[in-house]
C-alpha cells in the first residue's frame, strides 16, 4: 500500500503550530506521513511569554527551542526535521538596522534550495505547503520561506538540477498557507460582542491592512479540521517561550472556534495533477502509487 506524504515548510519553530497545524494533525491521524521542515533554529526569537522571560532561558534559548519544537511535533503526530540555518531576526528600527552576517535570509538561494532539495527527494512529499510571497508577516526568514519554497519545488523533479541531492522527485502540489483571515476574527469578535463581552481582537481589526484581504480571496481549498484544534493548542502552548498562554490565540472558546470556523485555508500556487476548485482536501487528485 502506498502512503500519503505531506511536507509543510516552515521559517521558525512554533510557525508550524500557529499555521495549518490542525490540518497536518488531521492527515497524520487518518495515517499520512507528515513531515515539518524547518528552516532555522529560531535562535534569534524574542522571549513572548513573561513566565519564561528568566536569565535561565535567555541564555540558552537555541536549545530551549530544540525542545519546544520536538514536543510540539510529537503532539501534531508529524516527523520533523531542522534544516540547519541561522534565524535573521526580525528587524526593528528606523531605519531598520542590516541583517546579521550568516543569517538564512542572506544565505544564497541556491544554497539554501539545494539543502530543501535534498529533504524532498528523500521524502518524497505529494504535497508541500509553505508562504505565499510576503511571508504572510513581513518576518525575512518567512519572506525567505517563500522563496526557497517554490525553488525547491521547481528545482526537486528536474535531474539537471542539483545531481547530488538525490534522485529526482516531483511533487505533485504546491500550497501557500492563509489562516490569518478578517472574515475569522471579526466573526469570533461578533460572538463576543452576542455573549456581552468585549472582544480581543477589536484592535486587530481596527488596524487591519486592507491588502490582506485579497489574499481571503485567493483560497482554493478549505481543509475541515475543527476536531484537532485543541491539538493544534497544545503544540503551540509547547512553544513556552513564544507565547504567551493568556495571549489572544487562545481567547476565544473552542466550540465557538468548531462552530463558526472549523476549517483552516489553503491556496493552490502550483499544481502538476488536474484539480477542480475550490476544493475540501490538499491531496485531491493526487495518485498514490507513485
Ligand atoms: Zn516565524
Excluded at 118 to 123: A, K, L, P, Q, S
Amino acid at each position: 500500500m502506498s502512503e500519503l506524504r505531506l511536507m509543510a515548510v516552515h521559517a521558525h519553530p512554533d510557525d508550524e503550530s500557529s499555521k495549518g497545524a490542525a490540518t497536518m494533525a488531521k492527515y497524520a491521524d487518518a495515517g499520512a506521513r507528515v513531515m515539518v521542515v524547518t528552516l532555522t533554529g529560531g535562535e534569534r526569537g524574542d522571549i513572548l511569554n513573561p513566565a519564561m522571560d528568566i536569565p535561565e532561558v535567555r541564555g540558552r534559548m537555541a536549545e530551549i527551542r530544540r525542545d519546544e519544537m520536538a514536543k510540539a511535533a510529537e503532539i501534531l503526530g508529524v516527523e520533523h526535521r531542522w534544516l540547519g540555518f541561522v534565524d535573521s531576526g526580525l528587524p526593528e528600527g528606523d531605519p531598520p538596522p542590516r541583517l546579521p552576517e550568516g543569517c538564512f535570509a542572506l544565505a544564497p538561494l541556491e544554497e539554501s534550495t539545494e539543502a530543501l532539495v535534498r529533504v524532498i527527494r528523500e521524502f518524497k512529499p505529494h504535497v508541500m505547503t509553505t508562504y505565499d510571497e510576503t511571508g504572510g508577516y513581513p518576518h525575512p526568514d518567512h519572506i525567505r520561506c517563500h522563496g526557497v519554497s517554490v525553488a525547491a519545488y521547481e528545482a526537486a523533479g528536474d535531474y539537471r538540477r542539483y545531481p547530488d541531492a538525490g534522485e529526482p522527485w516531483n511533487v505533485s502540489k504546491l500550497y501557500y498557507i492563509h489562516g490569518f483571515l478578517r472574515d475569522r476574527m471579526q466573526l469570533l469578535q461578533d460572538e463576543f460582542a452576542k455573549h456581552g463581552l468585549e472582544g480581543p481582537y477589536a484592535k486587530w481589526l481596527e488596524h487591519w491592512d486592507p491588502d490582506r484581504d485579497l489574499f481571503a480571496k485567493r483560497v482554493t481549498t478549505r481543509v475541515e479540521c475543527a476536531k484537532y484544534f485543541p491539538q493544534r493548542d497544545d503544540a503551540l502552548r509547547a512553544h513556552a517561550t513564544q507565547i504567551d498562554p493568556n495571549s489572544f490565540f487562545f481567547a476565544a472558546p473552542m466550540e465557538w472556534q468548531e462552530r463558526l470556523w472549523p476549517t483552516e485555508e489553503f491556496e493552490l500556487a502550483r499544481s502538476r495533477v488536474p484539480v477542480t476548485l475550490p476544493e475540501t482536501d490538499l491531496f485531491e487528485g493526487v495518485e498514490v502509487d507513485r
